[in-house]
């Protein structure tokens, strides 16, 4: 490799892409078109980017696999940062195994890293730990040492585990200086100003309060039967019960929980739940038959007993029962909480991280375009949906994801 390529990698790796392009701008050969196409990627222009990385992988040689792998990844990355869900992830696979065997350790790892932060994104924790658990952070130069202690801080913030969170990240602090890349050490800050940002609010006995990270770790911990409207569940010390795909009991057991210990009407029961203005007898026949399924669920948790004028939830071991609220709500928050990351994505990547239907990510859209809280761009399959990023808005405890453990 001659030295103008060899400056011009180092430039890449140190995060200056304008010495890289000095050296490689007017060059046309295989290794400047890849390096080019990554310089254009860190500067933002990624349509530019991913013309140049295709280039390059058609340009390298069927006998240098090692660099057409490398193409692929840095197209990866390009995919993960412009939020391309639909990106065929199995390529990257491929392309981490040639260069595992082919001994480059280093562009490997950074290829793991990308698949990691792709199953971060869509909240599949299980696989992205799995993923972890197979490398070596002693092994991997600063900045890849770096982006792995956020991916393990990132897990950790999902996990609802505040001290190993900031233990990850101030790990990842010390490596993004020892890097010396501004925009790694700026990825660590920000992930550092999360776990100082509201992450929740606390509704008990009708008074609301923010939490933190740290205090929502503490809460869930306490013994408290929480429930838990960030995720839709119900939670005691030992049990969960998941009321996500039952939004009408989950409706009646927030509107029992946030009036505890007192009861609730009938009335207030039917307007929550079913968004009744007038009861007749089939609302309050219905409204018999779901807090008969209410009791069902949460028979290991608590009972719901009927009183004079409505019914009343009743832990059977916790000391009080608390509600767990978003920082924000409001209709299609969820969108909202994927967007706020500042970044630019398609309807179809937003509906593979909510894993709902594109249909009901385009109907979400146009709401909240019409109400002026997002904005799009580009036409067609190029339309891309963006919002500024909302201060103290914090996404991590809204994305999906299951819950810590007990």
């Known amino acids: 490799m001659d030295s103008l390529i060899t400056a011009a990698a180092r430039a890449l790796a140190a995060g200056d892409p304008i010495s890289a392009l000095k050296r490689v701008a007017l060059r046309d050969d295989a290794p400047a078109l890849a390096l080019r196409g990554i310089a254009m990627a860190q500067l933002g222009d990624f349509v530019r980017a991913k013309t140049l990385l295709k280039s390059a992988a058609r340009a390298f040689g069927p006998r240098e696999a090692v660099a057409r792998a490398r193409c692929v990844l840095a197209e990866a990355e390009i995919a993960l940062v ?28 950074h290829a793991r890293n990308l698949e990691i932060r792709r199953l971060l994104l869509i909240g599949r924790l299980g696989e992205a730990e799995h993923l972890l658990a197979g490398m070596d952070p002693a092994a991997l130069p600063p900045a890849l040492k770096a982006a792995h202690e956020l991916a393990i801080a990132g897990i950790a913030i999902r996990r609802i585990k505040a001290k190993a969170a900031r233990e990850a990240l101030t790990r990842a602090e010390l490596a993004a200086r020892a890097a010396g890349i501004p925009g790694l050490t700026t990825e660590v800050e920000s992930a550092f100003r999360l776990l100082n940002t509201q992450a929740a609010r606390l509704i008990a006995s009708g008074e609301e309060r923010p939490l933190l990270l740290d205090e929502v770790e503490v809460l869930l911990a306490s013994g408290a039967l929480v429930v838990d409207a960030c995720r839709n569940v119900v939670r005691g010390a030992d049990v969960v019960v998941s009321l996500a795909t039952r939004p009408v009991l989950f409706a009646l057991v927030r509107a029992l929980a946030e009036a505890w210990p007192a009861d609730v009407s009938r009335s207030a029961l039917l307007a929550r739940a079913f ?17 008969g399924r209410l009791r069902a669920e949460l028979r290991e948790l608590a009972d719901v007993s009927a009183t004079t004028r409505g019914f009343a939830l009743a832990p059977c071991r916790a000391p009080e029962i608390v509600v767990l609220a978003p920082p924000v709500e409001e209709s299609h928050a969820a969108v909202l909480a994927f967007l706020a990351d500042g970044e630019s994505w398609s309807s179809s990547a937003l509906a593979i991280a909510l894993a709902t239907s594109p249909r009901t990510v385009q109907r979400a859209l146009e709401h909240l375009a019409a109400a002026g809280k997002v904005q799009s761009f580009g036409r067609a399959r190029a339309r891309r949906w963006m919002m500024p990023p909302l201060p103290g808005f914090p996404t991590a405890l809204l994305l999906p994801g299951p819950l810590p453990s007990g």
């Open 82 to 109: 412009s939020r391309d869900l639909t990106w065929p992830q199995k390529a990257l696979e491929r392309a981490r195994t040639t260069l595992e065997a082919r001994g480059d350790r280093i562009n490997a790892a």
């Open 275 to 291: 968004g009744a203005r007038y009861a007749d007898e089939s609302h309050r026949a219905r409204l018999r038959v779901e807090i």
